[in-house]
């Protein structure tokens, strides 16, 4: 007799009145009587194994689990009453009748976490302490879920828009941004750092490929304790070649945006439903001068500001007024002062003091930052010497521009901030896998 290959729990309701074999986890064991109901769990889904007396063998061993081991079963599946609306509930719709069951792996001692509790709820340091565990949680399950639809949708947005993938290097030799926010190595006989942002690489990739994105780790050694920050996370990032000017770049990005939001809200519904959560409103997202933000927030808001920026209050409140007077989730802040971004962004022409620069803002909170850079050799090295800084020290960037680059601009965005405020979630450390802060380095 040929031996059964294993199916996928999503796939029983296809295998009604057929023998199959499945492999997962007991997420819930039950005894009624003679009878024990075992609720398997598999990455696809739930399915309700039934272990009658008449496999003894079969009940001897179900006897033994209990909840998180592995095991393997073998049964007849057989439909059950009611009518599936989605592929959840199909599962729910058939049962297996076991005819077999066997023990994988199990425990070596009792989870100090119910698992299949549908909410979960504890506190961070409990989530992300016995983060192996609270991983095979539904709701847990469904922010990772989420998180790849993103990546997914995002690479396929750029490469439908002709930009080509790259990867760039995280040990670099000089901190990309500047600043103290670097992570300093030992590397063999010399220092070096931790990549804050693929930044000068993207652009040296204009020059080659016109178009380039990169999914990749970005590193900043930022000492913050908030819900916003960590200090390794995964930036989704992009730069565009021959522009006209960094509107084409809000163009792109918006765009692109747009298209994450179809797909996940048509594929991520079932997770989505876990938090109660929606996709933002596909409507145009509105550009504000961040001049005119802070004279909104004063007239609307009765909010002061310190200097020409806003803070995490201004972006919340600014973001509320935004969807209430437009009816969008997004924002686009423009015309950042020259002082206060990167030495390679490009200044307004009609106003040096502010430059051709942007955030973007999702639900209160920057998403994203980007816009037009400079792209000639000799107003970038200029610039570098009014910003104090040595034009040496930045030789390998600047011959970047030494041969034909054209006019460009690019964004990079924060993957898990849209995914902690499409959620809801109270800080951003839910939407990394295994987060890495200020005092967590483990596990």
Excluded at 304 to 315: A, H, L, N, V, Y
Aim: proline letters at 5%; a negative charge; charged letters at 25%.
């Amino acid at each position: 007799m040929e031996e059964l290959k294993r199916i996928l729990v999503s796939e029983t309701p296809e295998h009604i009145g057929e023998t199959v074999k499945l492999c997962g986890w007991v997420s819930i064991r039950r005894d009624h009587g003679k009878l024990i109901f075992i609720e398997l769990r598999d990455r696809s889904g739930k399915v309700q194994v039934v272990i009658l007396p008449d496999h003894p063998e079969a009940a001897l061993a179900a006897k033994e689990v209990r909840s998180e081991y592995a095991i393997e079963v073998t049964g007849l599946v057989k439909a059950r009453p009611g009518k599936a609306e989605n592929a959840e509930q199909a599962t729910g719709s058939v049962e297996i009748e076991a005819t077999s069951l066997q023990i994988i792996s199990q425990p070596i001692e009792e989870p100090p976490i119910d698992v299949s509790n549908p909410e979960l709820s504890l506190n961070l340091d409990t989530l992300l302490n016995h983060r192996t565990l609270t991983l095979r949680n539904d709701k847990v399950h469904s922010i990772f879920s989420l998180y790849a639809l993103l990546l997914e949708a995002y690479a396929a947005a750029c490469r439908k828009r002709g930009f080509l993938e790259v990867k760039t290097p995280k040990i670099v030799s000089a901190a990309t941004e500047g600043g103290a926010n670097f992570f300093k190595i030992q590397y063999f006989d010399r220092e070096a750092f931790l990549a804050q942002s693929p930044q000068f690489y993207k652009q040296a990739g204009v020059s080659a490929f016109e178009r380039v994105f990169e999914i990749g780790t970005v590193f900043r050694a930022e000492p913050h304790f908030t819900t916003r920050h960590v200090n390794e996370y995964t930036g989704l990032d992009a730069e565009m070649g021959f522009i006209g000017n960094f509107e084409d770049v809000m163009a792109e990005l918006e765009g692109i945006m747009m298209e994450i939001v179809a797909v996940i809200g048509e594929r991520g519904q079932t997770d989505l439903a876990r938090y109660g959560a929606a996709t933002p409103p596909v409507v145009a997202i509105p550009r504000i001068r961040l001049a005119d933000a802070v004279e909104i927030l004063k007239r609307e808001y009765g909010k002061e500001t310190e200097g020409e920026d806003i803070d995490s209050e201004g972006e919340r409140m600014i973001s509320e007024y935004v969807a209430k007077t437009y009816g969008s989730d997004f924002i686009f802040l423009t015309h950042y002062p020259t002082a206060i971004r990167p030495f390679y962004s490009m200044p307004n022409a009609d106003d040096p003091k502010y430059t051709d620069t942007f955030d973007l803002l999702f639900r209160g909170i920057e998403i994203a930052s980007g816009g037009q850079r400079i792209h000639e050799y000799q107003v970038l090295v200029d610039t570098i010497k009014k910003r104090g800084m040595d034009p040496e020290a930045f030789k390998d960037y600047l011959d970047i521009f030494k041969y034909g680059t054209p006019p460009h601009g690019g964004w990079g965005l924060g993957s898990e901030r849209i995914i902690q405020k499409l959620l809801g979630l109270g800080s951003i450390k839910e939407a990394v896998l295994f987060p890495r802060d200020v005092k967590r380095l483990t596990p």
